[in-house]
T-cell receptor, first 115, second 112 residues
């Protein structure tokens, strides 16, 4: 079974600085997808970024980018120019490309942004 | 507006009193799932459906039931709720394999 590990329960960053959230996963599959979701205090789950395993290029969405290391099974999220609105719980998630009936989530990382 | 709608958002109930959390999506998605979120555990899948009348267990199905009689609706039923089912519940839908999931607003359930 696939597992997703987020080893940082909490992180803090100063406004305008850069922070990296870590995520590792375990799978024997070659076809899969990785996601980062943001959960602000409103509880809404918001997709931040998506990465296909077959793509070598790291995904980027404005201030958010990933460092996808397929051999190391690592999928970290970098947030540049941090803003107060980035404060939230962040979840890393895995989805099989073959048996894609579910997302497997990590435990989450709480990100605090200091002004 | 494309969305997943679940109701209610908050629910406090007593042990053993049957309840249903509704979920509806307007995006014509094939896949629908229910997850529960608990501190330190992330989100775990309860049940999923890949089409009308097709449902299957996820990782934590005990104490829950689902049905998928229409493509848009996927209610979660707790026949006899217990305090260990106190949690934050999410319904999600997606168009197919490899795609991101779209989540409802969440239902905070407390069983006393």
């Amino acid at each position: 079974a696939q597992t997703v590990t987020q080893s940082q329960p909490e992180m803090s960053v100063q406004e305008a600085e850069t922070v990296t959230l870590s995520c590792t996963y375990d799978t024997s599959e070659s076809d899969y997808y990785l996601f980062w979701y943001k959960q602000p205090p409103s509880r809404q789950m918001i997709l931040v970024i998506r990465q296909e395993a077959y793509k070598q290029q790291n995904a980027t969405e404005n201030r958010f980018s990933v460092n996808f290391q397929k051999a190391a099974k690592s999928f970290s999220l970098k947030i540049s120019d941090s803003q107060l609105g980035d404060a939230a719980m962040y979840f890393c998630a895995y989805r099989s490309g073959t048996y894609g009936n579910k997302l497997v989530f990590g435990a989450g990382t709480i990100l605090r942004v200091k002004s | 507006e494309a969305q997943v709608t679940q109701n209610p958002r908050y629910l406090i109930t007593v042990t053993g009193k049957k309840l249903t959390v509704t979920c509806s999506q307007n995006m014509n998605h094939e896949y629908m799932s229910w997850y529960r979120q608990d501190p330190g555990l992330g989100l775990r899948q309860i049940y999923y459906s890949m089409n009308v009348e097709v449902t299957d267990k996820g990782d934590v199905p005990e104490g829950y039931k689902v049905s998928r009689k229409e493509k848009r609706n996927f209610p979660l039923i707790l026949e006899s709720p217990s305090p260990n089912q106190t949690s934050l519940y999410f319904c999600a839908s997606s168009p197919g394999r490899g795609t991101e999931a779209f989540f409802g607003q969440g239902t905070r359930l407390t069983v006393v």
